[in-house]
């Protein structure tokens, strides 16, 4: 976006000392009134001289980096881009050409490593066929500013090299297509160093761009220069993804088919204009190059991600009771027990001090030597022993989640909090490649392993142990879940297909409202008619809000870190429109895992199935 700083203020107008003269003072006078004139234009002439030097921003400076080229041994050739954009939250892709020379194909191992002292790596196997040349992504935890890259694998002798990130100073941009497309729909052309920018762009060829949701959900805005046609299906369906789970993204030249494309876009979506897709939003060009570069330009780059997980406090605050900025714990036992803690190092006190000066005065100084470490070791005991009972070897865990069902395509669009407490560290997690596990932003120090191999992630060491964590998660993954609805009579029979115990609901069946109860997984129960909309539309669109806003008003807790609902969510239903309250795990891409769950809250909205 334009910023420009207001001009400095002309500085007052010092009239000059009158010179001594013989003349009369009349006569000076006109003389005086001349000098001041000419003095406070010329201030003037210096003031517009400063306004037109003035530094303004406009155009945008390419940060797509530099390609490094490897040394060319053992029949590989390597490539990797450095420089290179980097993403606000999340994890940026770092680009890796590879050229295997060879007949044979062979694995390669690529690896990514950080320079701070006990930086996690980033991994990924590829398997380059015979003669093949192949462009791939390795993505690395935002977090990461610089590090060192490695290639190796079996037969391959190991090379390495630096690579640092750019972090941009200025709105940022993730083009799907060349520069010079980018200059034809936006209207937004190059700034040459040291010229300041308005936004700073990476582009990405669409053939090479990345498969997985990771690597476009931490960018603000992500725009397709080219044919919606030539990009990739696997790539599209990332995009598309981004789109739902929270993301901005721009198309420049809307395709016909739209409705396949975007599933979740409304019948008769606006040009020109910002429309709601799933938790995010889609911008289809139409008018020129002008509104096109507005649209990329206005989005809120200090907005936040779909889930937005709370970290520890500054290590200086030394706050052990309350998350960063005072934020209270999702999950009641995270915080140590410090006052058990503390009764017994009291008793260890007592036992040690004033129990053994009387142990001495009786038994002697040899009964004192083995009272000692016989106390220090039932304390100890004491200590585990509770903290077994207590707390087990059990993950503790409370999760909340919003949903879009998406039931015609049969998948479900997932933003999921949750707050986690192992006492024994965690094992290995892993995630299909549309989902993605985001860290706090207040996590400076990334302590995950992440391997991508295989598209998907695998991340081990996410909870470590006996150390409260917040993981966010975002995900489009599919779901035979539904809510059907059938007619019997004069009654309505709602059957519950959604994987989880309904808490409560409300759904739009017959040109009626209903109330769903509290049913059981796999059960079936009467729908209760709603009797209190009734009146103007605008009196029944109210009540219909209200009853929503019952169904959906999360605790606030959950409000702070799910940021990306939308107002559609809360929108009045249509003709089959349902929206429900689930307990349980809910979805998304951990949900599978044995936990004990202290809380799971999880609001759902989608279509039910009738006849």
């Not at 380059?128 to 590090?147: N, Y």
């Not at 090479?208 to 990771?214: F, I, M, N, T, V």
């Not at 209903?514 to 049913?519: A, N």
């Not at 709603?530 to 009146?535: F, K, L, Q, R």
Request: charged fraction near 20%; include cysteine; hydrophobic fraction near 40%.
């Amino acid at each position: 976006m334009l910023r420009t700083s207001p001009p400095p203020p002309p500085p007052p107008v010092v009239p000059a000392p009158a010179e001594e003269t013989d003349a009369a003072p009349e006569e000076a006078a006109p003389a005086d009134d001349s000098e001041a004139t000419e003095d406070a234009t010329a201030k003037e002439a210096a003031v517009a001289e400063d306004v037109e030097h003035e530094v303004v921003r406009s155009g945008y400076a390419d940060t797509t980096g530099n390609l490094q080229n490897l040394e060319d041994m053992d029949g590989l050739r390597v490539s990797v881009r450095s420089g290179a954009l980097r993403a606000k939250r999340g994890y940026t892709p770092v680009e890796v050409t590879l050229y295997n020379t060879e007949n044979v194909p062979r694995p390669v191992r690529l690896r990514f490593q950080g320079y701070s002292s006990g930086s996690s790596t980033t991994e990924r196997v590829v398997e380059l066929g015979a003669r093949q040349r192949l462009t791939t992504h390795l993505l690395v935890p935002a977090p990461v500013a610089s590090g060192m890259f490695t290639v190796d694998g079996p037969g391959i002798r190991s090379r390495n090299t630096g690579v640092y990130l750019d972090e941009g100073n200025t709105p940022t941009a993730l083009v799907l297509g060349s520069s010079k497309a980018f200059e034809a729909v936006t209207g937004i052309h190059r700034v040459e160093d040291p010229k300041p920018a308005e936004v700073d762009v990476r582009f990405v060829p669409v053939q090479d761009a990345p498969r997985e949701l990771a690597a476009y959900v931490g960018f603000p805005v992500v725009l397709v220069t080219e044919e919606v046609a030539s990009v990739p299906s696997d790539v599209w369906a990332a995009l598309e993804s981004y789109a739902a789970a929270g993301g901005s993204l721009l198309i420049a030249l809307p395709p016909r088919d739209l409705p396949q494309r975007l599933p979740l876009l409304n019948l008769e979506p606006q040009r020109d204009t910002w429309n709601d897709y799933g938790f995010g939003q889609v911008y289809l060009c139409q008018s020129g190059a002008r509104d096109c570069g507005n649209a990329a330009l206005l989005v809120d780059q200090d907005s936040k991600p779909p889930v937005d997980p709370i970290g520890p406090p500054p290590r200086w605050e030394n706050n052990r009771f309350a998350l960063n900025g005072g934020e209270t714990p999702l999950l009641p036992n995270a915080l140590v027990p410090l006052g058990r803690f503390l009764f017994f190092i009291f008793l260890f006190s007592l036992a040690v001090g004033p129990g053994g000066l009387i142990l001495a005065r009786r038994k002697g100084p040899v009964a004192l030597l083995i009272g000692v470490p016989a106390v220090s070791l039932v304390t100890c005991l004491v200590i585990v022993g509770n903290s077994l009972l207590v707390d087990g070897f059990v993950t503790h865990a409370s999760r909340y989640s919003y949903t879009w069902l998406d039931r015609p395509r049969d998948r479900a669009v997932t933003a999921v909090v949750g707050g986690y407490y192992a006492n024994l560290a965690a094992r290995t997690v892993r995630l299909p490649s549309h989902s993605v596990l985001m860290a706090p932003a207040e996590m400076d120090d990334w302590l995950v392993d992440v391997n991508w191999t295989g598209g998907g992630m695998e991340a081990e060491g996410f909870l470590p142990a006996r150390t409260y964590v917040e993981w966010g998660e975002v995900a489009v993954a599919p779901s035979r879940a539904r809510l059907a609805v059938r007619r019997e009579g004069n009654t309505v029979k709602v059957q519950n297909a959604l994987g989880a115990p309904i808490q409560r609901g409300y759904l739009r069946y017959g040109q009626q409202s209903y109330w769903v109860p509290e049913l059981a997984d796999g059960a079936e129960a009467v729908a209760i008619e709603v009797t209190s909309e009734s009146g103007s539309e605008k009196e029944r669109r109210e009540a219909q809000e209200r009853n929503i806003l019952e169904i959906v008003d999360a605790p606030t807790p959950v409000k702070r870190r799910v940021t990306k609902v939308g107002v559609e969510f809360y929108a009045p239903l249509g003709e089959r429109g349902f929206v429900v309250r689930l307990k349980g795990m809910g979805y998304g891409p951990l949900a599978g895992m044995k936990v004990e769950l202290h809380e799971g809250l999880h609001y759902v909205r989608g279509q039910v199935d009738a006849p």
